[in-house]
């Protein structure tokens, strides 16, 4: 990817890139693809948000402000000019660098346990560890969307000496990052009835003479940090599940401007005058006098999905779990299909280069 962006620094990259090296057609479904996964995940970091704020018991309307208060805040950082944007979102990064390296050393702090227990699985959800493994790998891959945002954020970025100034940074991330992974691992226990479920399935308690199927309860928190320093201090909890939900709402500012790029780019695709290309490219590929920000595409990526989060208001049904756990598995299913593609497309430009 690091190749790609250097040598065709383009915007709409993936488009371009699969659209010169693989086929037309097929960049077209990459493109709408990728939107809809940035799309969509502007609102599931959202919905995650509202998942941590029942630590706290708020009522619904007390959550819904937030909600929408956090709505408004990332289309509002969306909304500055690149430099703006990206000041923004350095401070943002530091500042979750400064709460992965607190939760790092809070987690190491916190005797390990449960060691023992291997690679474990739910026996009454699968039947094995691969299947187990194959069910919570679309849950765990949504973490790594955006490796590859690096093209998308290219063409507006500095010169490659200003950009090189910042690479130490990758690997400090990458380690922090890695520490706070290995203390989840070791502190907390891998069926914590205060886990997410997956597909809306409980987590059995490990008392083998009563066992019983628990559901998440408030103050239960999906964050596995906050977890495990549950046990440290009440009031380190609390900054810590607050931290998480900062670090959300600085993540669905960065997928509302991934998005918003796409679908900027994707209108500029449209070179036909027919009743939908040319009203579309009109409205969407404009970009804002000043700031030259794509405003049309930035709301309408930001309200495409904005209905997810606010599903778990007033639903007593595991209904509003499950769609929002199918839109968060179809999200990371579209960017591993724009991940593959794009190999296709660079092994295709390999194979042209050498020639």
Not at 232 to 239: E, I, P, V
Request: aromatic letters at 14%; glycine letters at 6%.
């Amino acid at each position: 990817m690091g190749e790609f962006a250097q040598i065709f620094p383009v915007p709409n990259a993936f488009v371009s890139y699969i659209r010169a090296f693989v086929d037309e057609d097929l960049a077209w479904i990459v493109g709408i693809s990728y939107w809809f996964a940035y799309s969509t995940a502007v609102s599931i970091e959202l919905m995650f948000v509202f998942e941590l704020l029942q630590y706290w018991n708020l009522t619904s309307s007390q959550a819904a402000f937030i909600l929408l208060a956090g709505f408004a805040i990332v289309i509002v950082i969306n909304l500055f000019n690149i430099s703006v944007f990206g000041m923004v979102q350095s401070i943002i990064g530091v500042l979750k660098m400064a709460l992965c390296l607190g939760v790092a050393a809070a987690l190491f702090t916190v005797v390990a346990k449960d060691l023992g227990d291997g690679f474990t699985n739910n026996a009454q959800f699968a039947s094995s560890p691969i299947r187990a493994f194959c069910y919570a790998f679309p849950m765990v891959g949504f973490s790594y969307m955006g490796v590859e945002s690096i093209a998308v954020t290219l063409p507006e970025a500095r010169d490659v000496k200003s950009v090189m100034k910042a690479q130490p940074f990758h690997w400090v991330t990458s380690a922090l990052y890695l520490l706070v992974s290995l203390g989840v691992t070791l502190v907390v226990s891998w069926n914590d009835p205060g886990l997410l479920s997956i597909y809306d399935q409980p987590i059995i308690t490990r008392d083998v003479d009563n066992i019983s199927l628990l559901t998440r309860s408030v103050p239960a928190s999906i964050s596995a940090a906050v977890l495990g320093i549950s046990g440290l201090n009440t009031d380190l909890t609390g900054f810590v599940n607050g931290g998480i939900i900062f670090s959300a709402i600085g993540a669905a500012s960065t997928n509302l401007y991934i998005a918003s790029r796409t679908l900027h780019g994707l209108a500029n695709s449209l070179h036909g005058n027919n009743s939908f290309s040319r009203p579309f490219r009109k409205f969407i590929g404009r970009v804002q006098p000043g700031t030259s920000v794509p405003l049309r595409a930035v709301i309408v990526s930001a309200i495409a999905f904005c209905w997810l989060p606010f599903l778990d208001f007033g639903s007593e049904t595991s209904t509003s779990n499950r769609i929002q756990t199918i839109f968060m598995t179809f999200a990371e299913v579209s960017v591993i299909m724009v991940w593959a593609f794009t190999c296709v497309a660079f092994i295709r430009y390999y194979m042209w280069y050498v020639s």
